[in-house]
C-alpha cells in the first residue's frame, strides 16, 4: 500500500522560498508507471493541481501556468521522496498544500495523496 | 485551460436518500473526469476514475457516468459517513483542473 508523507515548514515569508517533502513507502520515486504531483487548496482559489515529475528512462515535468517560472520539482531516489519548491511567494500562496499518486497522460487521477501542510504566508 | 462546473454547490438530503452531483466541462474530456470526496481537515479520498470505473475499497452505491462535457456522480442510499464535499477534476489536459465542490449536507 503507498503511502505519502509530506514534511516542510507551515510559516514562510513574504518573498521567501516554500519547501516542501513528500516521502513514498510502497513505491518508488522512479516508477515507470507513477506521476508524482502537487496540489494545493485554499477557501479562494479551491483546489488547484501545481504540477507532476515522473519518470520515464528521464524525467518529465509538467507545471501550471500559474505557478510556471517560480515552481521547481526535484526527486531523490536515494531517500525515495519528492520535492516542491515555490519561490517569492506572496500570502496568494496561503493554502494547504498536497503531495499526491498519480500518472502521466491523461491518467492521472490521484490515487494517494500525502496528509497535507498548511503553509501561511507571512511576516 | 479547461473549466469544470459543479452544480449544484450544495445539497442537504437524508440518510437513504438518492443523490446526484453534476460535472460540466468547458470542451469534451472523452471519459476522463474524476471524483473525490473530502471530509473536513482531510485529504480528498478518489471515489471514480474515467467517468465510471469504481476505485478500489469505494462501495457500490456510488456511481459515475457520462462522457464528452457531461458528466455525473450518483449516491444510492445516502450513507452517514457519506456527507462530505465532492469535487471532479478532469485529467483530460494538463492543467487539471477542479470543480469547485458539492457540499453534501444532512437534511
Known amino acids: 500500500q503507498v503511502q505519502l508523507q509530506q514534511s516542510g515548514p507551515g510559516l514562510v515569508e513574504p518573498s521567501q522560498t516554500l519547501s516542501l517533502t513528500c516521502a513514498i513507502s510502497?513505491?518508488?520515486?522512479?516508477?515507470?508507471?507513477?506521476?508524482w504531483n502537487w496540489i494545493r487548496q485554499s477557501p479562494s482559489r479551491g483546489l488547484e493541481w501545481l504540477g507532476r515529475?515522473?519518470?520515464?528512462?528521464?524525467?518529465?515535468?509538467d507545471y501550471a501556468e500559474s505557478v510556471k517560472g517560480r515552481i521547481t520539482f526535484n526527486s531523490d531516489t536515494s531517500k525515495n521522496h519528492f520535492s516542491l519548491q515555490l519561490n517569492s511567494v506572496t500570502p496568494a500562496d496561503t493554502a494547504v498544500y498536497y503531495c499526491?499518486?498519480?500518472?502521466?497522460?491523461?491518467?492521472?487521477?490521484?490515487?494517494?495523496w500525502g496528509q497535507g501542510t498548511l503553509v501561511t504566508v507571512s511576516s | 485551460d479547461i473549466q469544470v462546473t459543479q452544480s449544484p454547490s450544495s445539497l442537504a438530503a437524508s440518510v437513504g436518500d438518492n443523490v446526484t452531483i453534476s460535472c460540466r466541462a468547458s470542451?469534451?474530456?472523452?471519459?476522463?473526469l474524476n471524483w473525490y470526496q473530502q471530509t473536513p481537515g482531510e485529504a480528498p479520498k478518489l471515489l471514480i476514475y474515467?467517468?465510471?470505473t469504481l476505485h478500489t475499497g469505494v462501495p457500490s452505491r456510488f456511481s459515475g457516468r457520462g462522457s464528452g462535457i457531461d458528466f455525473t456522480l450518483t449516491i444510492s442510499g445516502l450513507q452517514p459517513e457519506d456527507f462530505a464535499t465532492y469535487y471532479c477534476?478532469?485529467?483530460?489536459?494538463?492543467?487539471?483542473?477542479f470543480g469547485q465542490g458539492t457540499k453534501l449536507e444532512i437534511k
Open positions: 477534476q478532469q485529467s483530460h489536459s494538463t492543467p487539471n483542473t
Open positions: 499526491a499518486k498519480g500518472r502521466e497522460k491523461r491518467y492521472n487521477w490521484f490515487v494517494t
Open positions: 510502497g513505491d518508488s520515486v522512479s516508477s515507470n508507471s507513477a506521476a
Open positions: 474515467a467517468s465510471a
Open positions: 470542451r469534451s474530456l472523452s471519459s476522463y
Open positions: 515529475a515522473y519518470y520515464r528512462s528521464e524525467w518529465f515535468y
